[in-house]
Each structure stands twice: as C-alpha cells, then as structure tokens.
C-alpha cells in the first residue's frame, strides 16, 4: 500500500483502492459496473441503517456460537454503531439499482464494515485475515437473506417517518374543516351542481380519506417485521450452524426494540418480494387519493373571475412568463406529479415481484430503490402541501353562499316535502327562465314563505333531518 491507493483482491482480481476508502474492491466494481441512476446507496440513511442492524444481529448470534472472537465482535459491533450514528455514509456509493440480486449492496456493508473494524482493531485497511468481509462480517449468511432483512428494517422505518409526516397534512386539513364548517357552499357531483353541504365538510372528507388509510399503511409494513435471516443462499440454510438463524433474529428484536419473527419457510421466502409489492400497493392508494384532493383544490381554487373561486390557495409564485397577474397553483400540481411517479414505481414493483424465478428474485433491488423513494417523495410532498398550500388557505363565503342562492341544485331539499314532480317542474322552469328555485317555489304558492326558509336553512340541507312541513298543494 502506498500514500494514495492500496491492493486488493477478488475472483476477478486485484484492484487499487483509495487508501482512504473503507469499501473495498467488490465496492468499487459495482461502482464501475453499474453507472445506471441518481439513485446512490448514501441517500437512503434508513437502508444503511438496516444494513448496520443486520450485520450487528449476525455478528452477535456469531459470537454466541464461538465463530467470531472477541475483538472482531467488539470491532464489528463498533463499526455498524457507528454507522448507526450516522458515521462513513458517504462510503455507500453504489447505485441503487443494479444486477446480482443485491450483491453489490451487501458487500459494500461487508467491506465498511470489515475496514472499519480492523482501524479500530489496529489493523490496516485490507488486512482481512485479522477481520474479513466475507468470512467474519458475512458469516453465515448470503446476499439472499442478509440484503432482504436489511430492506425490511429500512422498510419499517421509513415506514413510521411516513406516518409522521402523513398524519400532519391530516392534521392540516382538520384544521381547515374546522375553521370552515359554517360555511355552506354547493356539492358537486359529476362537475355538475349537486346539492348544498359546508366547506369544513369538504376539507373533513379530505381527512378522513387519508386516515382510512393508516390501517392499510399498517397491515402493509407489518409484514416487513418476518425475514429470512439464516436461509442463506436459496433458503436451506448452508454453511449457518443449527440455532443462528434463531440467535439472529432475537438478536435483531434486542437492537431495535421491534418484534421480528422468523419467517415459517424459508425457502419459499426468499424469492417471495411481496411485502415490498403489499407496500408499493399501499402507497398507490393513497397517492390515488392524494391525487383527487389535489385535484379539487385546484378545481374549487380555480379563477380568480371566472372559475369557481370558492376558496384561495396561498399565491406561491407568478404563474406566467407572458400573463401578467397570473398566479398558478403550483403546490397541488407537483403534488399531483409526486402521485403519478409513485403510482408509476407501484407499476414497477409488482412486475419486478412478478419476475421472481426460481429459489431467488433478482429484480429485488429496483424494488426497494422505488418502494424508498415512493416513500420520500411523499413525505416531501406532504410537507410542502400542508406548509405551502393547505395551512395558508383561506375561504371566499360570500362567493360560497351565492353559488348555493342561485343553484338549481337546492330543489333536491324539496323534495320529500313537495314530491319529485314538483320538484322537477320547478327546476325545469328556473333553467330555462333563469329565475331562482327559491322565488318559482312562492310564485306558485307551493310552500309558505316560512316553511321554505325552514327547509332551505343551512342547518337543514347538509345532514339528515325530519321537518313536519306540508305543501300548500
């Protein structure tokens, strides 16, 4: 080794490493080999994470049985403690998506982790006969259960960072509901007027479609607490010793608190990807409805004279390079845009799921590049709408209420009181005259003045209610 590079060597053979690396030369050549996407190891703190859990978990079960010694369980455990603490990211370059069902991920973390322990063992980088990525940090396991679990535990965390963020643009919109529920304004169906209801009842209906989702949210990540820890290669469990797998898995539930389990077969698990598809799915349904909310922000916010205008979203920007005054809105349309690329990456795990063959499934990588980058996508996403969007808007009432005098849709309220006929005649008459249903319904001394203002009160028309009235005939 000299001042800038050191040797070392693999199954293709020896290479010059930056001495100041910690990967190591299966590192550097799915560097080379796989200059696919933006999309880098180090951007995913939470999937190194996993990564440092689960060597910490080998290691411990592997001291437990006498395979490690003493200095390389204390130096390993330091390492991925480090790591943990947020330390030598940056020596997680690969790429994200790339051939041989994870490999290369694997032995990045075998290699950091291994360099690593030996600086602390004092050691040189490279010197792996003192601690060895393969022999030492890998042992007794495989890519193919090693790099799932570390997935997994990635997986579970994102998965509470999610929530957190979800849960507050639900909060948001509460908020709104509650601010606006004594404005009544008119419901649509089909773009076309429906019947009145109140504007919280707008932003109440928002929430409480998102909240609907939380338990999907939840079923969905639950699975990710079952790996495959001690399946080795293809599941049998070669070259692990009779009791790791179990050792690992405790081991794994000590360090994070959480209540993993080993899965019950452990061959048919690891080609199984599907907790990744059920969470894929899961983040499509709510960028499904994410994308209706945002759609109808955009609607209803439409104008500012000549759309529906019933409320005003926070003007974030000019909205022309050739219209003055124009002001778009532009933090439900990247929210739109975030919706569409997850609902795309759902598209992509479940053919990549499908693509299992055999004991193993290859494709497993893009897999978890998308279902990590659905989840910060949204998070960032939900941030800039609640911050920049739904926290700022602001209600137009009299705008509301005018919709609701001048609608043809309010002769729905009649309707149990003076029959559908009736009801049809005067919403057929105040189309093609132009006159309101209100003045019609009095016109022809059908209800007292009384008895309409009764049925029509607001309190009235947005939730059921029983009114002892009698048309005059």
């Known amino acids: 080794m000299n001042e800038e590079f050191r040797i070392e060597s693999d199954l293709i053979g020896p290479r010059e490493i930056p001495a100041s690396a910690l990967y190591g030369v ?30 910490m978990a080998a290691a411990e079960a592997n001291h437990q049985l006498g395979l490690l010694t003493d200095s390389q369980y204390k130096a390993i455990t330091e390492a991925c403690r480090e790591i943990l603490d947020g330390k030598h990211h940056d020596q997680f370059p690969v790429d994200m998506i790339q051939g041989g069902a994870g490999t290369t991920t694997n032995m990045n973390a075998n290699e950091v982790i291994a360099n690593r322990a030996l600086d602390l063992m004092g050691h040189k980088r490279g010197e792996f006969q003192y601690c ?69 009842q707008t932003f109440s209906g928002f929430a409480a479609i998102l909240t609907d989702e939380i338990k999907h949210l939840n079923e969905a990540a639950e699975d990710f607490l079952t790996v495959n820890m001690g399946a080795t290669a293809i599941g049998t469990g070669i070259c692990a010793e009779p009791g790791y797998a179990e050792k690992c898995v405790k081991a794994l539930c000590d360090i994070t608190g959480l209540q993993f389990k080993l899965t019950d077969d452990m061959v048919g698990a690891t080609s199984d990807t599907s907790c990744l598809v059920g969470y894929a799915s899961a983040l499509k349904r709510v960028a499904v409805k994410m994308n209706k909310i945002c759609n109808d922000l955009r609607l209803l916010a439409s104008g500012p004279r000549c759309g529906l205008g019933e409320f ?23 929210m739109n845009q975030i ?52 926290d700022g808007i602001t209600a137009n009432e009299d705008r509301c209420r005018s919709y609701v005098h001048n609608s043809i849709g309010i002769v729905t309220a009649l309707n149990p009181v003076i029959g559908y006929k009736n009801s049809t005649k005067i919403a057929k008459e105040a189309l093609e005259t132009g006159r309101s249903v209100y003045d019609l319904v009095l016109e022809h001394d059908i209800l007292t003045k009384e008895d309409l203002d009764t049925i029509l009160a607001p309190e009235n028309m947005i939730k059921p209610v029983k009114l002892n009235i009698k048309p005059r005939h």
């Not at 590192?27 to 440092?52: D, M, V």
């Not at 974030?316 to 349309?333: D, H, T």
Request: hydrophobic share 40%; charged share 20%; with cysteine.
């Open 26 to 55: 299966q590192t550097l050549r799915g560097i080379e080999n796989f200059e696919i996407s933006k999309f880098h190891l180090n951007e995913y703190p939470l999937f190194i994470n996993g990564l440092a859990i689960t060597k």
């Open 132 to 200: 060895s990525p393969n022999d030492h940090v890998n042992c007794a396991q495989s890519t193919n259960d090693a790099y799932p679990t570390a997935i997994h535990i990635g997986m579970w965390y994102s998965h509470v960072r999610f929530l957190k963020h979800y849960e507050m643009l639900i909060e948001s919109f509460r908020k709104k509901a509650e601010e606006f529920k004594n404005i009544v304004k008119m419901g649509r169906t089909q773009l076309e007027d429906a019947v009145p209801m109140t504007l919280g």
């Open 312 to 334: 005003n979203l926070p003007a974030m920007q000019p909205g022309s390079s050739i219209m003055p005054g124009k002001v778009n809105p532009v933090i439900p349309e990247v």
């Open 339 to 390: 919706c569409y690329k997850v609902i795309g990456n759902e598209l992509c795990v479940t053919m990549s799921g499908e693509a299992a063959q055999m004991e193993l499934n290859a494709m497993e990588p893009v897999m978890a590049q998308c279902d990590f980058e659905s989840v910060d996508l949204m998070i960032n996403g939900f941030d800039t709408l609640r911050t920049r969007c739904i």
